[in-house]
């Protein structure tokens, strides 16, 4: 152990340095020397907190516009029923696939999750809560989608047959 030991640092505007990703820096002593390993690379420090910040907001940024996608569908979806607000209107022949009941519980689960977007530290409990009664609801729409193929396969079976043994 007499001899000193080497110099394992390098000057941070030497040319070799490798490009850094987003949330990463070199760890450097205060004269501005960049530590390295044994081997002569450059030791380099993730910065979670910028990255993280970042992360938040690309999330908050989808969940925003995932929302309004929604909206837009359920406003499409609301148009393209018939018309039902008029003296004499026809009788349903059957249940709409999103209830009166369902359409309030999914408006108020996009308000509540626009409402935890814009805040500065989102709650995960209330986001989850809400994005499973979406998923609640999707899982009913893709169920009644289900019911009208099984209803549709019946019926080509049942007027497939006679046809084909006629023709």
Not at 39 to 55: H, K
Not at 150 to 162: T, Y
Request: aromatic residues 4%; proline residues 8%.
């Amino acid at each position: 152990m007499d001899a000193p030991f080497p110099d394992i640092s390098i000057t941070d505007d030497e040319p070799n340095l490798p490009e850094l990703q987003r949330g990463q820096r070199y760890l450097s002593t205060e004269d501005g020397r960049v530590l390295t390993d044994e081997n002569g690379s450059p030791l380099i420090a993730v910065t979670a907190t910028t990255a993280l910040v970042d992360d938040i907001a690309a999330a908050k940024h989808e969940l925003l516009v995932c929302l309004t996608l929604v909206e837009d569908a359920l406003k499409f979806y609301r148009e393209a029923l018939p018309p039902r607000h008029h003296n004499n209107p026809p009788g349903l022949v059957e249940d709409d696939p999103i209830s009166p009941a369902d359409f309030a519980t999914v408006r108020k689960a996009i308000e509540t999750l626009r409402a935890e977007a814009g805040e500065d530290d989102p709650a995960l409990e209330v986001i989850q809560e809400q994005a499973s009664q979406l998923r609640k609801l999707a899982l009913s729409i893709t169920s009644w989608i289900g019911w009208k193929l099984d209803l549709g396969v019946d019926s080509l079976i049942k007027w497939g047959v006679p046809v084909s043994a006629a023709a």
